[in-house]
């Protein structure tokens, strides 16, 4: 299984600032991720990280509320723009290693906004 | 309906019992199934990854799929207090990449096994 790591793991922000988080993974992987998970929620896919073009984003997320960037095979970034305290959660980066279905996460970013 | 349901619990039993989660969903289309584990601020770690109907066994984790029924279990055999987590089922479609390959997840069941 793929080693992820991500930055912060936790951070306090003010409401109208930016936070980027970062996600990097020890080896190559397929496909990247980026998931939200609020108190008593599932898991919410926020959008697919695609190296060397634009982000595919689900329903309900957009790119300028949070832009994703993934240079290469092996890192990715997630900014959440213009924070309100909605913004509260914690954000998960995910893999799927090279030809395989299984897919991981990372440790997670708590993010408090005030 | 929501595509993927998961009784929240909490679930307490005691150290060595047998526990059994469970999920149900509504599509059809979902082929490959997931469970993992989350341990209080820590993400999410997968425990069993199962294709198509049918039982997978790991230590004291059985992974069981009816597709039939749309349900999915996790069973854990000689629970013990280190077992005390929330547990996400999660689903895809069959085809990967894109809308269709995305993981579908339960809201997850917290799990408190007492010594």
């Known amino acids: 299984s793929a080693v992820i790591s991500q930055k912060p793991s936790r951070d306090i922000c003010q409401r109208g600032t930016s936070l980027t988080i970062q996600c990097q993974v020890d080896?190559?992987?397929?496909?990247m991720f980026w998931y939200r998970q609020q108190p008593g929620q599932s898991l919410t896919l926020i959008a697919t990280?695609?190296?060397?073009?634009?982000?595919?984003?689900e329903s309900g997320f957009v790119i300028d509320k949070f832009p994703i960037s993934r240079p290469n095979l092996t890192f990715s970034t997630l900014t959440v723009s213009n924070m309100s305290p909605e913004d509260s959660s914690i954000y998960l980066c995910?893999?799927?290693?090279?030809?395989?279905?299984?897919?991981?996460f990372g440790p997670g970013t708590r993010l408090t906004v005030t | 309906q929501k595509e993927v349901e998961q009784d929240p619990g909490p679930l307490s039993v005691p150290e060595g019992a047998i526990v059994s989660l469970n999920c149900t969903y509504s599509n059809s289309a979902f082929q490959y199934f997931m469970w993992y584990r989350q341990y209080s601020r820590k993400g999410p770690e997968l425990l069993m990854y199962?294709?198509?109907?049918g039982n997978k066994e790991d230590g004291r984790f059985t992974a069981q799929v009816d597709k039939s029924s749309k349900y999915i279990s996790l069973f854990i055999r000689d629970s013990q207090p280190s077992d005390s987590a929330t547990y996400l089922c999660a689903m895809r479609r069959m085809n990967y990449g894109g809308s269709q390959g995305n993981l579908i997840f339960g809201k997850g069941t917290k799990l408190s096994v007492k010594p």
């Open positions: 995910s893999v799927t290693g090279m030809g395989s279905y299984e897919q991981y």
């Open positions: 990280a695609n190296q060397g073009s634009e982000a595919t984003y």
């Open positions: 080896s190559q992987v397929t496909m």
């Open positions: 199962t294709y198509s109907s």
